[in-house]
């Protein structure tokens, strides 16, 4: 199954998946996805490979009412601040129900790998998602995931 090439998929059992980062050498700053030159320090050559985002707080999210091609509507759409610094765009885990009053802003939030939707499209593509830690029910009501 194809993935995206920014995943790094779990090599032993108990092994969490990670998202394929860089951090530079020089200043420590961590970027996604990968680059070159530092975009703090401007240093070129001093990016080296990094697995990041296994966990983050969500920023910011939204439900999507009406879906692109190879999609279906609705699901969300979120920013994530990974714990290593980057803010991502990402989608949300299909464990996750697509309601309002789910999802809160400053959500600890954790890294799932699943096909890209649920469509003929889509299910063939493995790429990164993130689903809270703590599920909440529409009203508010907390469980852990």
Known sequence: MPQ???????????????????????CGTV???IMPV???????????????GRRGRLYSHTIARVAPKGFQAPYFQVFVDLDEG????????????????VLADGLPMR????????TAEGRDT???KYVPVISRSPEGEAARA
Do not use: K, Q
């Open 4 to 26: 995206s090439p920014n995943i790094v998929l779990a090599a032993e059992p108990g092994e969490l998946p990670a998202l394929r980062g860089a951090r530079c050498e020089a």
């Open 31 to 33: 970027v996604f996805p």
């Open 38 to 52: 530092c975009p703090a320090c401007r240093r070129n050559g001093t990016m080296r490979e990094a697995p990041i």
């Open 86 to 101: 980057p803010r991502i765009f990402a989608l949300v885990g299909a464990e996750c129900p697509v309601v309002d009053g």
């Open 111 to 118: 890294l799932v790998i699943e096909p890209l939707a649920d």
């Open 126 to 128: 493995l790429t990164y």
